[in-house]
């Protein structure tokens, strides 16, 4: 079942929208050689009970994790893409670091994620990054009413076909609003004029993720941290988005020129 937001609901989502852009914003500042990724959790709950906030992440325990996820942010180092569980890592020059991150205020969410290159970045690595980026812009200019799911799956798809990365479509992005996941399932790769239409009201996280390699994936044991398989490196990049009669309008954005 797909609940429309009124737009004062979907205001009520950007304010979420606008702290979790914050949050994000400070841990890219904070993403440094030489600073253990504890660190990065640790400032994170600080700022999730200093809002007022609550983690969508804490307890969450879905089929395919581990018991509940005891953390406030997915943090994923290299060939690790979604769902990292954040440890006694200290990251390291040209670590690629993937940050994702939910919450809620005042019962509405929002979800946001972001990757890095910490220190010096190759530029390979600086490549699927960007690519990351372009498909979710692809995909958000796609989210319009009249429009089709597919057509927004099949932008992003077609991003990561012409840079020519990995696509995987276990897991990709979802609608949310008063829960971290609702329906639809937005896979990133589909066909165009296929699939859901999409209305005003619609609010859907959009989450390119792109591996250099293979697309098949594999979980680590700790039972959340999932990786590429074959060990290449990923990339992450999310934002909440809103259908509106005027189109798309990104929830998770600090500004205009972010």
């Not at 253990?36 to 969450?60: K, P, Q």
């Not at 057509?151 to 990365?165: F, P, R, T």
């Not at 941290?225 to 009669?245: C, L, N």
Request: glycine share 12%.
């Amino acid at each position: 079942m797909i609940e429309l937001k009124s737009p004062a609901e979907i205001e009520r989502m950007r304010t979420t929208g606008a702290f979790v852009a914050q949050v994000l914003a400070e841990l890219r500042a904070k993403a440094a050689v030489g600073v253990n990724l504890l660190d990065l959790e640790h400032h994170t709950r600080t700022l999730i009970r200093d809002r007022g906030a609550e983690s969508c992440y804490w307890d969450y325990a879905p089929s395919f994790g581990r018991g509940p996820f005891r953390n406030t942010v997915c943090l994923s180092v290299n060939d690790a893409v979604l769902h990292g569980l954040p440890h006694d890592y200290v990251l390291r020059d040209g670590d690629v670091l993937s940050m994702d991150l939910a919450v809620a205020i005042d019962g509405w969410v929002a979800d946001a994620a972001v990757t890095v290159v910490v220190g010096t970045p190759a530029e390979a690595d600086v490549r699927l990054v960007r690519a990351t980026e372009e498909a979710l812009a692809a995909g958000i200019e796609a989210a319009r009413p009249g429009n089709r799911l597919g057509d927004v799956s099949a932008a992003i798809g077609a991003v990561a076909a012409a840079h020519g990365y990995g696509v995987n479509t276990e897991f990709g992005g979802h609608g949310l609003g008063r829960t971290m996941h609702e329906d639809p399932h937005v896979p990133n790769r589909g066909r165009p004029g296929r699939g859901l239409l999409l209305r005003p009201g619609m609010t859907l996280a959009l989450e390119p993720w792109f591996t250099a390699g293979s697309a098949r994936i594999v979980m680590d044991p700790d039972g959340w941290t999932i990786r590429s398989a074959d060990g290449s490196r990923t990339a992450h990049s999310e934002h909440t988005v809103a259908i509106t009669e005027d189109g798309p309008v990104v929830l998770t954005r600090l500004g205009d020129g972010e």
